[in-house]
T-cell receptor, first 115, second 114 residues
Framework: GAGVSQSPSNKVTEKGKDVELRCDPISGHTALYWYRQSLGQGLEFLIYFQGNSAPDKSGLPSDRFSAERTGGSVSTLTIQRTQQEDSAVYLC?????????????FGPGTRLTVT | GEDVEQSLFLSVREGDSSVINCTYTDSSSTYLYWYKQEPGAGLQLLTYIFSNMDMKQDQRLTVLLNKKDKHLSLRIADTQTGDSAIYFCAESISETGGSYIPTFGRGTSLIVHP
């Protein structure tokens, strides 16, 4: 596909369970970002991957959150022992790095509901 | 620290102009953006402005930047019902190594009445 895709589009899970959210960036984009969008809040930066560099994890809210990016393409965000406050829309974005790095292309998001 | 603020709601009539305002606190901001989010979709970059510019026009969109007051606005001329969405203001600083991680505002919900 031409755009950023995310799966699943919706996820309902019970408190205490682990979840995995997937992001497929645009082919050739070396930068990948994860954000969290809570109701009535702006986008909260979570983690940033750029090529083979160590990821910038400065936005992860707790050690229950982790992410990996395999082969410089697909990324998975994992939330362990989910809590109700983790309920939000998780957005992934990708971009080229360099002069055009500011143009981030967003996926449709995964809506996570923790019951 | 970085902070981006914008009003939460704006209601206009179809055909009128809409002006969405944003203020930011980081004077070293390099890029300022406006993103649009339609229901159930991700964010879409509408337009951006470099901090050394004070105005940018793109069809029905006009971006004004007052760097002294750290104020950014987005004007939509001849607003249509299809413009109803949430508009996010964002800013970023050019970091060594090409890490552009924007800081986003909470978004302004634009409601266009027929």
């Amino acid at each position: 596909g031409a755009g950023v895709s995310q799966s699943p589009s919706n996820k309902v899970t019970e408190k205490g369970k682990d979840v995995e959210l997937r992001c497929d960036p645009i082919s050739g984009h070396t930068a990948l970002y994860w954000y969290r969008q809570s109701l009535g809040q702006g986008l909260e930066f979570l983690i940033y991957f750029q090529g083979n560099s160590a990821p910038d994890k400065s936005g992860l809210p707790s050690d229950r959150f982790s992410a990996e990016r395999t082969g410089g393409s697909v990324s998975t965000l994992t939330i362990q022992r989910t809590q109700q406050e983790d309920s939000a829309v998780y957005l992934c974005a990708s971009s080229l790095v360099g002069h055009e790095a500011y143009e981030q292309y967003f996926g449709p998001g995964t809506r996570l509901t923790v019951t | 620290g970085e902070d981006v603020e914008q009003s939460l709601f704006l209601s206009v009539r179809e055909g009128d102009s809409s002006v969405i305002n944003c203020t930011y606190t980081d004077s070293s901001s390099t890029y300022l953006y406006w993103y649009k989010q339609e229901p159930g979709a991700g964010l879409q970059l509408l337009t951006y402005i470099f901090s050394n510019m004070d105005m940018k026009q793109d069809q029905r969109l006009t971006v004004l930047l007052n760097k002294k007051d750290k104020h950014l606005s987005l004007r939509i001329a001849d607003t249509q019902t299809g413009d109803s969405a949430i508009y996010f203001c964002a800013e970023s600083i050019s970091e060594t190594g090409g890490s552009y991680i924007p800081t986003f505002g909470r978004g302004t919900s634009l409601i266009v009445h027929p």
